[in-house]
């Protein structure tokens, strides 16, 4: 079987220090965190943009600075986000891709976000992977959704993007598709061909959905955008800790672990 990615959602849009106290915050503090959770096994870190006082930002400034700092620190690739936090504008949240990182997400659509609605029109969804594509940045086409899926299939059969793609399920959002076995087991039959897939299960589903990917040959995020305990009633203390975990898992059922150069490989990404 492939070699497992492990992508570590280092930060996100959302959490706070109240709810994860080690969470990282500044370019430091991310730089910082990648370089642990690339020594554990991660090969994609999955960034967010935050002033230092926590408010979330797409800012190309600190964008800048958290790919920087992080390039100097380790050999990982930087997946930056581009769907920063609900509320923001399409032209916000798109601002990090100008700086040519080797990845970027894409939403496949809108949905309820918890008590929020996370929009993505169709019109700007096509700027967003035009854009991509012009700059040469590996698209993650998130999926928050089962509409989602059938959109990437949709865009695949117009020709609007082109293989070899990579998918990542975020599965667990309330207002969005359950993060269950069976649900996994939906959305991964509705992949195109050829395409890879991770998945981000959130809350208590990321560790049984992480396993579930380890044995289907799917591809694994874990961190605190997504999951702040370790297990029930205790936090966990780094994201190295739930990287670690992951890829200690995998190598006990003999599928070793990814390193970056194997990810590039696998994804598609000029080295
Ligand atoms: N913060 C969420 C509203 C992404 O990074 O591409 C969207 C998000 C997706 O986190
Ligand atoms: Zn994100």
Redesign the pocket.
Known sequence: MEKLIITAALT???VTREQQPNLPITPDEIADAAFECAKAGASIV?V?GRYDDGTPTQDKEVYRQIINKVRERCDVIVQV??????GMTAQERLAPVTLKPEMA?L?MGSVN?GGDV?MNHPDDMDIFANTMKELGVKIEY?VFDSGMISTVNRWLKKGLITAPLHVDFVLGIPGAMAGTPEALMYMRSQLPAEASWTVAGIGAAQLPLATMAILLGGHVRVGF?DNVYYRKGELATSNAQLVERVARISREMDRAVATPAEARQILGIPA
Do not use: D, L, Q, R
């Open positions: 996100g849009a959302e999955h967010h986000s581009t769907g920063g936090a609900v997400t939403s976000f996370f998130e955008e």
